[in-house]
Every structure is written in C-alpha cells, then in structure tokens.
C-alpha cells in the first residue's frame, strides 16, 4: 500500500505504510487509545498521504535506514 495518512476528526495525526487493507484496519483497531488520546470521542478516517505528508514519512524513513534499520520494519510517523 501507498502511505496513509490517519485523521482524527479530519486532522492528520500519522502518516503510516501498512502491508494492506487487514493491516490498516488492524492499526486502526489496535493503536485506538494512541489515536484518539487527545480526542477521546474523535472519528477515525484515512486518506492516501498528501505530498507534504508524504515528505514527513520518507525523511522519517531515510532516519530509520541510516541506523541500519530496514523497509519492512517501517510503519509510520506521527504528525503532531
């Protein structure tokens, strides 16, 4: 899948890269209590990575490789 970028009552809070559909739905349903932290109540949505967001996610990325980490175990970025 492309980068995904989460939003808690349509404002950005991660941009991540699941394997697929059962994989992000799987975050969603998981990583609630990270996600809805400041917003307890707040909807839950996702759209595919904005351009700037998608910068965020591969600087984030391009650190993650530079200590020897790999793609694969690569998820995400938050954005606030």
Request: glycine share 6%.
């Amino acid at each position: 899948m492309q980068p995904t970028t989460i939003l808690i009552d349509e404002r950005p809070r991660c941009v991540v890269r699941p394997n697929d559909t059962k994989d992000l739905n799987r975050f969603i349903r998981n990583g609630k209590p990270y996600l809805l932290a400041e917003a307890p109540d707040g909807k839950i949505t996702h759209r595919n990575a904005s351009d700037a967001e998608l910068t965020q996610w591969q600087n984030a990325l391009a650190l993650h490789r530079a200590w020897g980490g790999d793609d694969e175990n690569f998820f995400g970025v938050p954005l606030y």
